[in-house]
């Protein structure tokens, strides 16, 4: 295991001064975590309640745009496109008729209600950091109860498609892809060499992520000291505004979208 893979695990939860877990160079605007969790609130009720399909697009444009301020340049761009691709084949789908028409209506009208969550949800996890994250929890006085079950699945997550990445490219050297094609000629060879190592791997992870947060003194009942401040700006004023904008418009100007 290679001295930064070993750092990534290691700086998941401490019991004393949180820290910085990747040191990686930082573009586009930075934006309190406390803030990007208003705006995900946000975006999840204007989705729910959202007038028309044109709204839709609207509210999809808007996270897009976030995702180019926060330095996202080309997961914005190609959530961008790839919500596009649903766009029309919803359009298409308005001119069949009968029950395929139904089903494909109410499978693209879910997509349409969940894709903007969950693509402002991965902007989310790709712009914040762990210490940010706990900081912002810590100023805000909420149960490590909470907190930190979230912290090390935001630490999981990355951990695992690192491993996935190396057993992929050891199973490649052996004739061997996670594609579907192959799970479907070689569905034994396929499990065994690369989904089953994914598990174990998966379950060793789970372990040395646990070891760290106790060994870091998690269980400790003290207040926490942080060395990342967090505090709420200019960025963030204007950012949650534009959010809430979007939602109000979409509650009180209904008849403009439909």
């Known amino acids: 295991m290679s001295k930064e893979r070993r750092g990534l695990r290691m700086s998941v939860v401490s019991g004393g001064d949180y820290c910085m877990s990747s040191g990686k160079a930082r573009f586009g605007l930075w934006i309190d975590p406390r803030t990007k969790i208003m ?41 961008m496109a790839v919500y596009f691709v649903f766009y029309f084949l919803t359009l298409a789908t308005m001119q069949l008729h009968g029950t395929v028409q139904v089903m494909l209506v109410a499978f693209f009208g879910l997509a349409h209600k969940v894709y903007p969550c969950g693509f402002l949800s991965g902007i989310i996890l790709f712009t914040t950091e762990i210490g940010e994250f706990l900081s912002a929890m810590n100023r805000s006085h909420v149960s490590q109860k909470v907190v930190v079950p979230i912290a090390v699945m935001l630490r ?16 490649k050297m052996r004739d061997v ?12 060879m396929t499990i065994e060499c690369i989904y089953v190592p994914l598990m174990m791997a998966a379950s060793k992870t789970s372990d040395e992520l646990t070891i760290a947060s106790v060994t870091r003194g998690i269980e400790n009942p003290k207040p926490r000291t942080s060395l990342v401040q967090v505090h ?15 939602f109000l418009v ?5 008849g403009v979208f439909l």
Not at 178 to 184: A, C, G, M, Q
Request: charged share 15%.
């Open 250 to 254: 979409g509650q009180f100007c209904k």
């Open 156 to 171: 999981y997550i990355p951990t695992i498609r690192e491993d996935w990445r190396f057993i992929k490219d050891a199973m």
């Open 232 to 246: 709420f700006g200019i960025g963030d004023l204007i950012v949650f505004l534009c959010f809430l904008a979007m």
């Open 177 to 188: 892809s996670p594609s579907l094609k192959s799970l479907i000629t070689q569905p034994s």
């Open 39 to 79: 705006l995900l609130l946000l975006c999840v009720l204007s989705a729910s309640m959202a007038p028309s399909l044109f709204y839709e697009v609207l509210l999809v444009g808007l996270v897009a745009l976030f995702g180019l301020v926060s330095g996202k340049f080309r997961y914005a761009l190609i959530g």
